[in-house]
């Protein structure tokens, strides 16, 4: 079950709005809005653990980064090799 709702008002420029209710679909511009604050939340509180993680340890490093994102293409890459016989089979 979902969380209650609460009416709001909030401002935004114009532009933004329009192109917001153009990209907003069938569920409209209450659930495009709400989707892409939670987006927000989501990466400002990935901002704050990394900040605390980087006090404790250290910045994170370009090796580090690259080192992870080669991980995570070896995964999508295995990912899609693993669905590749179904997609056949389909």
């Not at 679909?25 to 987006?39: D, E, H, I, K, Q």
């Not at 990466?43 to 250290?58: F, M, Q, S």
């Not at 999508?76 to 016989?85: F, H």
Request: hydrophobic share 35%; net charge negative; aromatic share 2%.
């Amino acid at each position: 079950m979902s969380e209650p709702t609460q009416k709001y008002s909030i401002s935004m420029p114009r532009d933004v709005a329009e192109a917001a209710r153009a990209r907003s679909g069938p569920s409209g511009l209450s659930a495009y809005v709400t989707a892409a604050v939670a987006r927000q939340i989501e990466r400002d509180n990935l901002a704050e653990l990394i900040a605390v993680a980087e006090a404790e340890h250290g910045p994170i490093t370009e090796e580090e980064i690259e080192a992870t994102r080669e991980i995570q293409r070896r995964a999508r890459a295995a990912q899609s090799a693993d669905s590749e016989p179904e997609r056949k089979a389909s």
